[in-house]
């Protein structure tokens, strides 16, 4: 091998090796602003009476966005992502303008969100929750609804959020998604009633899903002993 080839071998190696060196560096740093902002999260959510400010709010996702401009391939960046724009959305009721821009927001993460981790029933579920609010049961709603409730059946935080975005809108989804939403409540009820509970009460179907509970005697008299079917 001639000196001029072992040189050019030598430069292409150091530059490899601070190519990968720079890639984990920067996974590093998004990964301690993904673990920062994550405690932050579970702060907020401790204290679901006192709701982060709008100034907090652009000042995290200002971080999460320099996080993923670091790891663009980082799923609980988008997932996060997702999360702040849903907080963000419920300052924003009274501006329509802004609420548009931010569902498109969410929605847009919660879809980077499932393609990057397609395994996790929770993403899933928040894209349900999104398309239930702020679209139309369509094809991506159906999708999301079956993967949610086939990839985490006993998951509760799933079967909460596959009650509460489906319940409400019965009337505009199929039979078919109706019973698989009420199949979701009816597990969330059997692990933790009264978690439940309210979740369905404010969807106005406890009467359906209680009627759909008629062979778990037991769970039926806990639940629903106060239902008039």
């Known amino acids: 091998m001639s000196a001029a080839l072992r040189i ?3 430069y292409l190696l150091a530059g490899g090796l601070f190519f990968l060196g720079w890639t984990c560096l920067k996974r590093a740093k998004a990964g301690v602003h993904e673990i920062q ?7 907020w959510m401790a204290q679901p009476d006192k709701q982060p400010s709008e100034a907090e709010l652009n000042r995290i996702e200002r971080v999460l966005r320099g996080a993923v401009a670091l790891d663009p391939d980082n799923p609980v960046l988008h997932e996060q992502l997702c999360q702040l724009y ?6 924003a009721r009274s501006n329509p303008d802004a ?7 969410a929605t847009a993460e919660a879809r980077r969100g499932v393609s990057l981790r397609p395994a996790w029933p929770m ?3 928040r894209l349900l929750g999104l398309k239930a609010a702020f679209d139309v049961p369509d094809d991506e709603f159906r999708l999301a609804l079956r993967r949610a409730t086939t990839l985490g059946p006993w998951d509760f935080q799933t079967s909460q959020a596959v009650a509460a975005a489906v319940l409400p809108i019965w009337e505009e989804v199929s039979p078919e998604d109706r019973e698989a939403a009420v ?5 969330g009820f059997q692990q933790k009633p009264r978690d ?5 009460q404010d969807s106005g179907r406890l009467v359906e899903v209680c009627a759909a509970m008629a062979g778990l005697p037991e769970l039926h008299q806990q639940v629903c002993s106060d239902v008039i079917e």
Do not use: T
Not at 86 to 91: D, G
Not at 196 to 200: N, S
């Open 196 to 200: 439940m509970l309210p979740i369905v």
């Open 37 to 43: 902002v994550g405690w932050l999260f579970k702060a």
């Open 86 to 91: 849903m907080w963000q959305l419920a300052l």
């Open 123 to 125: 993403a899933w579920a």
């Open 8 to 10: 050019l071998l030598c």
């Open 183 to 187: 199949n979701a409540a009816i597990r």
């Open 99 to 105: 609420e548009a821009r931010l569902s498109a927001k």
